[in-house]
């Protein structure tokens, strides 16, 4: 561990290259560790990225990559950062392949895990006819019978919003809807259906979703499934790092806490884009990152060159 980076980018997702870019730019020595796994890989197109829109994720992330090769300081390394410790001069990180690096900074992009739900035929429509966010997805479903799987205000919430894009809307809700009777006036009042009955499958016809089975037998002609699953970290390097979580989080059970800069409640750690589940959107990530690198930049010149920023807080107010 003889060089010391300026900062380590684990995950080299729209969050991670963003982040990696600003910081090339600012001569900063980067290392991104990249695991290549990112959540949205299956996803027919990028929905809603200037730019980008419609084309295929990977193509942003091979973009991204070429890009970075221009910036003599940046470094991409495929592996997975397994470990994290504080030091006095910032932080060792060792790598799946027994490499240890020290870094005086760290962004912790790697993305989240997606909890969807355990039914037939949803791994295979994934990022396609079943989606969670109906800003990247709903265009493509735009005008056809939809359903929302999910109960409670989360039911709510989600079909109320996919009305936008559609107006033959039903809310699955497996079991017992946890709806009081407000919430159904509401759904009511917006034309959605409520269908307590037990989901058993989808139905695919030529890659596509035609019906949504029930354990009853019956099915519902349905031609997208929007689901709304809770998203928990990937990795144990934010806790092992002792950054604060979000206390309560309507969509994750872990999310990163973060200021106004990307900053955790721990110095010399960033973090941004699904971690930290601000928006969980490309684009969203993409700003994220930007942001996470222009503050490393900031809080080294701090420390190099008395540069002004605004007090690191321990407890990030969320």
Known sequence: MDEIWDCVVVGGGAAGLS???????????????????????????????????????????????????????????????V?????????????????????????????????????????????????????????????????????????????????GWSDDVVVLTDGPADLDSEDRARLTAAGVDIDERTVAGLRIVDDGLEAIEFAEGARIDRRALMVTPRL??????????????????????????????????????????DVCVQVPQVAAAVAAGSLAGASVMQTSMADDHGLPVPEWKEHVNV
């Open 19 to 81: 982040a990696a870019l600003v910081l090339g730019r600012a001569r900063r020595r980067t290392l991104v560790v990249d695991a290549g796994a990112q959540s949205n890989l299956s996803a027919h197109g990028i929905g809603g990225l200037l730019g980008f829109d419609g084309r295929a994720p990977a193509e942003l992330y091979a973009a991204g990559r070429s890009e970075l090769a221009a910036y003599p300081s940046v470094e991409l390394q495929t592996g997975e950062v």
């Open 83 to 163: 470990d994290a410790q504080r030091t006095d001069g910032g932080f060792a990180l060792l790598l799946q392949d027994g490499r240890r690096v020290a870094t005086r900074r760290i962004v912790l992009a790697g993305g989240m895990s997606y909890d969807v739900p355990a039914l037939a035929g949803v791994d295979r429509l994934w990022g396609r006819s079943v989606f969670h966010c109906p800003f990247c997805h709903g265009w493509e479903v735009r005008d056809q019978p939809v359903a929302v799987l999910a109960r409670g205000p989360r039911a709510v919430h989600a079909s109320l919003l996919l009305r």
């Open 232 to 273: 928990r970290q990937r990795s144990p390097l934010a806790a092992q790092l002792g950054v604060r979580f979000q206390e309560s989080h309507p969509l994750a059970e872990d999310a990163v806490a973060v200021d106004d800069l990307q900053r955790t409640s721990v110095p010399g750690v960033f973090a941004a884009g």
